[in-house]
Structures are given as structure tokens and as C-alpha cells.
T-cell receptor, first 113, second 110 residues
Framework: SAVISQKPSRDICQRGTSLTIQCQVD?????MFWYRQQPGQSLTLIAT?????????ESGFVIDKFPISRPNLTFSTLTVSNMSPEDSSIYLC??????????FGPGTRLLVL | SQQGEEDPQALSIQEGENATMNCSYK?????LQWYRQNSGRGLVHLIL?????REKHSGRLRVTLDTSKKSSSLLITASRAADTASYFC??????????FGAGTRLFVKA
């Protein structure tokens, strides 16, 4: 298994501002991902965070809006830039090791006013 | 886009009854996983079933997989109020990405 922590657990932000979410894993992992869960919806993959290189974004998500860093094998950040109320969601960090099981952090609940 | 579709979207049962949730997907998979989410919190991994497996059990949970029909089911036996949550299926189609279905909201009445 993997123990994943996220900061902050929740935040309320004003539109036009940016928020950086941190994800910390208890040990090195190969794959790290960021997901978004809009209210009442399922999870949508934003991007794969690649260690030492640019993240790989899914269709509909761009680096200017969701810049991602992954400086090492245990840590990643996701920034939600120039926020609007439509960005109000839960943002979840997820990891995989060599096995197939994917584990999730507790999520960051974001409300944009 | 979402890979899996789940039904029902919502399910309400009495404590002690069994709950069955179904998941259908569109493309070939390496494995399928079921997760539980309580009240918008993080996801808890329940079971992983590989494409060459047909059935797996874990405690009160039973998962089946029919790759010919591209479908899976999650059965929770003898449900409890604490089982109230949203349940998601997620498919791994290769490329290390896990794609989620829409989810089933289960409500177990005490």
C-alpha cells in the first residue's frame, strides 16, 4: 500500500487567484497522477506527473491552467491557476508502484468564490 | 472521457440486504478495480480483478468480471449502514492510466 498526504485538505479562494496543492507519499513511487472530481461527479484524470520532466496532460487540461511539478519520487504539486468558480472541485493525488493497484490521497476540497 | 458506466446510479437498501452494482466499459482492459468513497473524501481501494480472472472475493465483497460482455459487478453481502458510500469501478487499459466510471451511490438504511 501507500500512505499519501495532501495539503491543504480544503481551501476557499477568490476568483483570479491561484492555489498550489502538495502531495507527499511515504516512499518512492513510479507513477503519480492528479485527478479532479467535480461536485457529484466521478474522477477525471488531469495529468500524469513525471519525475524530472514535464507532466503529461489529458485532453481538456493544459499546463498553463494546471502546472505540475514533480521534483522527486515522493512529492508532487498541482497548481490551479487563475481560478474561477468552475474550478471548485476535489483534487486528488494518486500513485502506483510496480504493481497494478492505484492508491489515492485524501483529496483537497477547493471552493472558488 | 469516462471508460466505465455504472448502474444503478443510486441504490437504497435495508441493512442486512445484499447490494449489487454493475459496471460496463468500452475497450479492452488489463484489470478493473473497485473503490469506495465516503462523503467526498479520498478513495479506498476495495478489489482489483485482472482480465484473466472471473471472480474474486474479499470479506463481504464479491467481484465478477465478464470480458466478453465488457462488464463487472460488485456484490456486497449482508450490508451495513457503514457501507453507505459511493462506489466506483476503474479500468486500466494499459499505459498506466486508470479511468473511472460514473459511480453508484449506495445508501443502506439502518
Amino acid at each position: 500500500s501507500a500512505v499519501i498526504s495532501q495539503k491543504p485538505s480544503r481551501d476557499i479562494c477568490q476568483r483570479g487567484t491561484s492555489l498550489t496543492i502538495q502531495c507527499q507519499v511515504d516512499s518512492q513511487v513510479t507513477m503519480m497522477f492528479w485527478y479532479r472530481q467535480q461536485p457529484g461527479q466521478s474522477l477525471t484524470l488531469i495529468a500524469t506527473a513525471n519525475q524530472g520532466s514535464e507532466a503529461t496532460y489529458e485532453s481538456g487540461f493544459v499546463i498553463d491552467k494546471f502546472p505540475i511539478s514533480r521534483p522527486n519520487l515522493t512529492f508532487s504539486t498541482l497548481t490551479v491557476s487563475n481560478m474561477s468558480p468552475e474550478d471548485s472541485s476535489i483534487y486528488l493525488c494518486s500513485v502506483r508502484r510496480e504493481g497494478e493497484t492505484q492508491y489515492f490521497g485524501p483529496g483537497t476540497r477547493l471552493l472558488v468564490l | 472521457s469516462q471508460q466505465g458506466e455504472e448502474d444503478p446510479q443510486a441504490l437504497s437498501i435495508q441493512e442486512g440486504e445484499n447490494a449489487t452494482m454493475n459496471c460496463s466499459y468500452k475497450t479492452s482492459i488489463n484489470n478493473l478495480q473497485w473503490y469506495r468513497q465516503n462523503s467526498g473524501r479520498g478513495l479506498v481501494h476495495l478489489i482489483l480483478i485482472r482480465s484473466n480472472e472471473r471472480e474474486k472475493h474479499s470479506g463481504r465483497l464479491r467481484v465478477t468480471l465478464d470480458t466478453s460482455k465488457k462488464s463487472s459487478s460488485l456484490l456486497i453481502t449482508a450490508s451495513r449502514a457503514a457501507d453507505t458510500a459511493s462506489y466506483f469501478c476503474a479500468t486500466d487499459t494499459g499505459g498506466f492510466k486508470t479511468i473511472f466510471g460514473a459511480g453508484t451511490r449506495l445508501f443502506v438504511k439502518a
